[in-house]
């Protein structure tokens, strides 16, 4: 048993004597009057027995967690947990990885506004509060993402830090349909998670079918772009880069690719090397103006108008965090590109995947407004 289970253990046993004990004190004086105390005491070691007991799952990094058979209340370690966890249960969970926006809240049906708000325990931060996730009293903390060397020892730390079982599920492109699977099992919602894993399995399948049937010779070159003045590039290879590898050629191939959501900087030389024949722009960055900006003139994207803009509502569709989000993605971009190779529209996918991710429903008009700068442009 590991130390983590001792802890709670104890603290169950503890707690389930004491009920017991109660109901015993109020059976024995209570001979004169009703019996409801008793039967209340009754109830209250009854729900201790529940939490006593346990059940052991092996997440995926290969580690055996000891957690509550059933389990009602989960915390996010993360971003990318915090959005994975809110499209499987957002009604189990005690708190968020970080605030969500107006636009972000009004697609989840939780009380976001009285949630407390945790920060991440990994990354470049590392701004868990602790107090504030012991406060909330998740009955386990959920990881979600890349597997990286040494995440078994921060997860075993963080679990002896908090005495919280900690557990980590892998979320790959290629497989979501496996993590949302994972997660069914892990918290008693086997028929929710098989209907979100058969959406994604056939989001993919559906998208490298079609790529199947494009040569790489006749992919399209892209260049996706971010930042203020739109020089940073995500690379080829990278894990932000997935939905871009899956469906075109991305004509920024650095030696070394990095994993953050930023990007990595280039020059406006560079890319007008690379001579994108379309560059989509993430949110924020300068899809508005660049049409009118003389420094881009010459760029074949730029002079021809096929430049688009990412949908970032309630979160970017390609990247960053790059976790569930991405299956929308995958369903977005090669429409963009390949339009003639798909029977149903943008439009259709955008709202087949709100209403199963989100439980939203997105009118016309709430479409129309997402996919503005996102849809193939009249030759």
């Known amino acids: 048993m590991t130390t983590t289970t001792k802890k709670r253990t104890r603290l169950i046993a503890a707690f389930a004597a004491a009920a017991l004990a109660a109901s015993l004190a109020l059976v024995l004086a209570g001979c004169a009057s009703n019996a409801a105390p008793a039967s ?18 092996t997440d995926s990094a290969g580690r055996t967690v000891e957690l ?15 959005q994975v966890l809110l499209t499987m249960a957002p009604e189990k969970m005690v708190g968020l990885s970080q605030d969500l926006t107006e636009d972000q809240a009004k697609y989840f ?8 708000v945790f920060g991440a325990a990994f990354g470049a931060k590392g701004d868990i509060n602790k107090e504030a996730v012991a406060a909330a009293d998740p009955q386990v903390i959920i990881d979600t993402g890349e597997y990286k060397d040494g995440l078994k020892e921060d997860l075993d730390t963080l679990q002896e830090q908090l005495g919280i079982p900690c557990v980590f599920i892998e979320t790959k492109l290629e497989d979501y349909g496996a993590a949302y699977e994972d997660l069914g099992e892990l918290l008693g919602m086997e028929e929710r998670g098989r209907e979100l894993s058969d959406y994604c399995k056939a989001a993919y399948d559906e998208t490298t079918s079609v790529m199947a049937t494009i040569p790489e010779s006749e992919r399209a070159n892209i260049a996706y772009l971010l930042g203020d003045a739109g020089l940073n590039a995500i690379a080829a290879n990278s894990y932000q880069g997935g939905v871009i590898d899956l469906c075109a050629n991305n004509l920024f191939k650095p030696e070394k690719a990095t994993g953050s959501g930023a990007g990595q900087e280039v020059s406006l030389e560079q890319i007008a090397l690379w001579n994108p024949e379309l560059i989509v722009f ?63 529209s943008i439009e259709d996918v955008a709202k087949s995947y709100y209403h199963t991710f989100y439980g939203y429903d997105l009118s016309d008009e709430e ?6 700068n996102a849809l193939p442009k009249a030759a």
């Not at 049906?109 to 407390?116: G, M, Q, R």
Request: overall charge negative; glycine content about 6%.
């Open 367 to 372: 479409v129309a407004k997402l996919t503005e």
């Open 68 to 82: 509550p058979a059933t389990i009602e209340r989960i915390a996010p370690s993360g971003h990318t947990a915090n």
């Open 40 to 57: 209340s005491a009754s109830s209250s070691a009854s729900s201790a027995a529940a939490e006593a007991q346990t059940r052991t799952f």
């Open 109 to 116: 049906d939780i009380d976001a506004a009285n949630l407390p």
């Open 282 to 344: 993430q949110k924020g960055s300068i899809y508005d103006t660049v049409g009118d900006n003389p420094a881009w003139d010459g760029i074949a994207a730029i002079d021809s108008g096929n430049y688009y803009e990412v949908p970032g509502s309630p979160y970017c569709w390609l990247n960053n965090p790059p976790t569930v989000n991405q299956v929308m993605g995958m369903q977005w971009l090669p429409r963009l590109l390949y339009p003639d190779k798909f029977d149903t």
